[in-house]
């Protein structure tokens, strides 16, 4: 199997060359068809060999020394285990190279660049790791690179899992992350390319057929569970949360779990499954398997940003699909909330990007749970809710017209759906009645059920605004506003009833697991019916008393802000005065927020004038 | 205490073989899908309910097509039909893949042909279209249906009327007899009987049944007072500590 790839790939490799002199002639030779009749085929097999060192040879000698020497610096300090030099490397040397020389080429092949590090195989596949990454984002991969890609993945993790013992090998949280993130991105990537069957070659046709077992999501999810397994990281956080000590979580936690290395694989690993199952379509298994992560700031395994966005995207995105939208808010407001007040520390990262996107797309589903499910949220958040799907979001409130806003926005921001299993490549008749008639795209097929839902509750926005006029009222008068029959429209405030109850996470502390829950009101607004002579409907609103004390607490910071801006700026008068001010400042500070606040309060005044 | 969720999540009824295959990586082994059909049709027998071992079956379908089984599927929608307010028909719709249509022709796949069916009858309930819902079970179309599966499915009529009984209980203080009689497709002598079993009283002079008070039907106007954290405080006095 892998032989097969393998000569297929020195072919192309061998083709891509002849542009360049030097490989003309190697070229030639194989091309040659007098060579092939005449000569035995143990000598092609050695000329081949021949030609692919030559055509190496002429590969190194192209990769600029700055290149070779950052190969060998990183080869260097991950030998050593230096997770400073590796960082540096990784995160910042890595880039720039690429801006600077491969921006829109392949970095070389590992085989290239094999002499540089005395032919390390760790230091090459984690090296591919990086290439293939490197081929996924900024170009476009071919079959072979995704076959390979799935070669490598394999070898390493094999490495990792089935070497005598843990690897002493250490690497940033940062690239372990990527590690798992890229591992699944490449995944379900092949399984959207592989359900295009219009565009195959009759050539990748073949090798679809042959290979079924390349990304399959069994021996994805078998990567996971057993790096879950091997780190025993769920352990781990049940003992963290028991309050063991170190010694004692040492000691459950073996030979494995005690590497850092490990131990951020397993938990990366819980964040893939949650993931992969979304993918999947499975929602209540994605948040069964995160039934022991703690999803709080304050969590150890918490610290890579990237990690932290994702799992509460996902979460997120499974509650919706659960219908449990204030569970869906609470989540996306969260991690909004923090990705915000990370924005001044994280422009420069790499991720930058990648996090922004993602955060855009949270504010998209906010819109949606919004819509469907009112509720106040964070104003910072809510503002920009507005501002980017303001429109969508009126229209979304408005019930069934709003859904083509549904839709628009669910496209958008939800995961990259796939299906689990391959179209069928081995069988010619049945692809061809594949190619005919397609089956549906998984995306649509969420849609169409997250649609039966919103369509299920599109009554409620209209009915809801005519109660909220009213403190009792007769059923057939509300009827007649809405223009329907009055037993169409009871059965409408039944549905009103159900779309402002939900099961939800109410007391996080003691409610074990994010799938656990209870019934909780999630609307201001309640009735109830009741059938004497005529219908009628009592209605009750729940309101919120002013609130003093944010007011009070953003104007005092603003104060003391204001305050100690005008104490830090020095003052145009002789430096003698300046020790009396600094003393007097203390008593200033009292009087100073009163009088912010006064402004602040007159200035009300004109606006509500 | 449990929560309607933890109940959901995990019924009080699973039996550890099954909590094993639900929990575990064992849930992926082809070999057991045995057990948990057979665990399905224990469900379908005695009125037990275990949406996360039912998912686990379309699970297994999803990834060995070749174990599909149109009945099972078809007994698990069924189930999941009445869990309101749990979404769980939609969730077992998202893990059945679009499947090639059968290519045997002597044992055609029932599915296709009853699962438009089946959705209508969801989105009924879930619009708490009550008397359409009945309309639709009781019509030719949904003979099949009827006649092949839900007759096995012990109880199904009243698991039906659960979902009646949730949202009627939810939204009235006092309902009128007729309109009662018509959500739960129950008349005379069976009324009577099924409101005094909820523990709903009668009110004859008036033709209503009176539905206990709950947490549901029962709406006060409340104004919500704020509540100050420490928390929310501690940068405006740390502030005032370090100017002290």
């Keep these: 199997m892998s032989q097969q790839r393998t000569t297929l790939w020195e072919a192309e490799l061998e083709e891509d060359l002849q542009d360049v002199d030097v490989n003309l002639a190697i070229g030639n030779y194989g091309q040659n068809g007098t060579y092939d009749d005449a000569q035995p085929r143990i000598d092609e097999t050695t000329l081949l060999a021949v030609q692919q060192q030559m055509a190496q040879q002429a590969a190194f000698s192209q990769v600029p020394d700055v290149v070779k020497r950052f190969i060998v610096h990183f080869h260097q300090a991950v030998l050593e285990n230096n997770l400073a030099e590796i960082t540096v490397a990784y995160e910042s040397g890595w880039n720039r190279l690429t801006e600077k020389f491969y921006a829109k080429t392949e970095w070389p092949e590992a085989e290239v660049i094999a002499p540089l590090v005395n032919d390390d ?15 996924y984002s900024r170009l476009q991969p071919d079959i072979d690179d995704r076959f390979h890609s799935y070669e490598n993945s394999c070898e390493l993790f094999n490495y990792l899992l089935n070497s005598d013992g843990p690897v002493a090998l250490e690497l940033p949280e940062q690239w372990l992350w990527d590690i798992i993130d890229e591992f699944i991105y490449q995944y379900q990537s092949f399984c959207v390319w592989r359900s295009k069957v219009k565009s195959k070659t009759d050539e990748e046709i073949v090798l679809l057929s042959d290979e079924s077992q390349v990304w399959s999501s069994y021996s994805v999810l078998n990567v996971l569970y057993s790096l879950i397994q091997k780190s025993k990281i769920n352990e781990h956080i049940i003992a963290l949360q028991e309050g063991k000590s170190t010694g ?23 964040i893939g499954l949650l993931r992969v199952h979304t993918l999947l379509g499975d929602f209540t298994l994605a948040l069964k398997i995160m039934e022991n992560v703690e999803l709080s700031q304050k969590s150890p395994f918490m610290r890579v940003t990237a990690c932290h966005v994702t799992t509460f995207y996902y979460v997120g995105f499974c509650y919706i699909m659960l219908r449990r939208y204030p569970d869906a808010i609470r989540t996306f407001v969260n991690i909004l909330n923090f990705i915000m007040r990370m924005r001044q520390y994280h422009t420069r990262s790499y991720q930058y990007d990648q996090i922004n996107k993602t955060a855009d797309r949270m504010y998209a589903l906010l819109a949606i749970c919004s819509a469907l499910s009112p509720m106040r949220v964070d104003d910072n958040i809510s503002n920009i809710v507005k501002e980017r799907y303001g429109e969508q979001f009126t229209k979304m409130s408005r019930g069934e017209e709003g859904l083509p806003a549904f839709e628009e926005l669910f496209l958008y921001a939800c995961p990259k759906f796939i299906s689990a299993n391959p179209p069928p490549y081995e069988e010619g008749d049945q692809l061809a009645m594949y190619i005919e008639d397609p089956p549906i795209e998984p995306a649509q097929r969420h849609l169409s059920l997250f649609l039966s839902e919103v369509r299920a509750q599109a009554p409620v926005p209209t009915l809801r605004s005519f109660l909220k006029l009213y403190t009792s009222l007769d059923a057939a008068k509300l ?25 939800s996470r109410v007391d996080a ?26 219908n009628m409907v009592h209605i009750a609103e729940s309101t919120l008393g002013r609130k003093y004390a944010g007011w009070f607490i953003r104007n005092t910071e603003h104060a003391q802000r204001v305050f100690d801006a005008l104490r830090n700026s020095p003052l145009p008068i002789p430096p003698k005065t300046n020790a009396p001010a600094g003393k007097a400042a203390p008593e200033s500070a009292p ?14 005044g004109v606006k509500a004038a | ?10 019924p009080p009824t699973r039996t550890p073989l099954i909590e094993n295959l639900v929990s575990g990586v064992d849930r992926y082994n082809p070999n057991n ?7 399905l049709y224990h469900q379908i027998r005695s009125e037990e309910y275990d949406c996360l071992a039912n998912l686990a079956i379309l699970k297994l379908y999803q990834f060995n097509p070749d174990l599909y089984n149109p009945d099972v599927v078809i007994n698990i929608l069924i189930k999941a039909l009445t869990s309101s307010p749990f979404p769980d028909f939609n969730l077992c719709l998202s893990l059945l893949d679009e499947r090639p249509i059968s290519q045997n022709p002597d044992e055609p796949d029932p599915l296709p042909t009853l ?31 009827r006649d092949n599966y839900t007759v096995e499915c012990v109880g199904f009529e009243d698991a039906v009327r659960g979902v009646v009984i949730r949202a009627v209980k939810a939204a009235f203080k006092r309902i009128g007899k007729a309109r009662l009689e018509s959500y739960l497709d129950l008349s005379g002598d069976e009324l009577a009987v099924y409101v005094e079993k909820l523990g709903w009283t009668f009110e004859v002079s008036i033709g209503v049944v009176a539905v206990p008070p709950n947490l549901d039907n029962n709406p006060q106007s409340t104004v919500v007072q704020e509540a100050i954290q420490l928390p929310q405080l501690t940068k405006i006095i740390k502030h005032a500590a370090l100017i002290a």
């Design chain 2, 115 to 145: 699962l438009p069916v089946l959705t209508t009858l969801y989105n009924l309930l879930q619009q708490c279209r009550f008397p359409a819902f009945w309309a639709m079970y009781r019509s030719e179309e949904a003979e099949a249906l």
């Design chain 2, 1 to 10: 205490m449990a929560t309607v969720a933890s109940v959901w999540a995990s």
């Design chain 1, 248 to 270: 004692e979580i040492d000691e459950i936690v073996g030979e494995y779990g005690v590497r850092p290395l490990y131990r951020m694989l397993g938990y990366f690993s819980i």
């Design chain 1, 479 to 503: 009827a007649n506003f809405l223009d329907a029959d009055e037993e169409e429209m009871v059965q409408q405030l039944m549905v009103m009833k159900q779309a402002s109850r939900s099961v």
């Design chain 2, 33 to 39: 899908v045995g057990i948990l059909e057979d665990y």
């Design chain 1, 591 to 604: 009087s100073a927020a009163p009088r912010t606040g006064g402004r602040n309060v007159a200035w009300g």
């Design chain 1, 121 to 135: 195989q760790i230091f090459l596949i984690l090296y591919r790791e990086l290439y293939y990454r490197h081929v």
């Design chain 1, 509 to 534: 502390e003691n409610e074990k697991g994010l799938l656990d829950g209870q019934m909780a009101s999630t609307s201001d607004l309640d009735f109830v019916i009741d059938e004497i002579c005529q």
